[in-house]
């Protein structure tokens, strides 16, 4: 069974950089369709960026185009957020996701099958 780890959450200034990790253990995250959802305090869960398995393909919400990149590392299986110029609204709880099909998207945190426990980001001076 899929299990996902967060990890390199943490204080950030705006307009600085930061990159989270999400590793993965008990099954090939290449095989997966992998998220990152985040949720700030009082507010839904909200889809921040998505990679496709089945065509490489990657899907980014608005407020993040041009900022956040989502990467995977096959041979440490393991998927990143790069997040620069980062924003005050970014910040919250980042959650990695991951499901096996194909049509899980940024609109729904509850069809993946898998995620983790989360990671902290606070962007502020």
């Known amino acids: 069974q899929l299990q996902l780890v967060e990890s390199g959450g943490g204080l950030v200034q705006p307009g600085g950089s930061l990159r989270l990790s999400c590793a993965a253990s008990?099954?090939?995250?290449?095989?997966?369709?992998i998220a990152w959802f985040r949720q700030a305090p009082g507010k839904e869960r909200e889809g921040v960026s998505l990679s496709r398995e089945s065509d490489g393909g990657t899907d980014y919400a608005d407020s993040v185009k041009g900022r956040f990149t989502i990467a995977r590392d096959s041979a440490k299986n393991t998927a990143y957020l790069q997040m620069n110029s980062p924003k005050p609204e970014d910040t919250g709880v980042y959650y990695c996701e991951a499901d096996y099909s194909p049509f899980c998207d940024l609109f729904n945190w509850r069809a993946f099958g898998s995620w983790g426990q989360g990671t902290q980001v606070t962007v502020a001076s």
């Open positions: 008990g099954a090939t995250l290449d095989d997966y369709t």
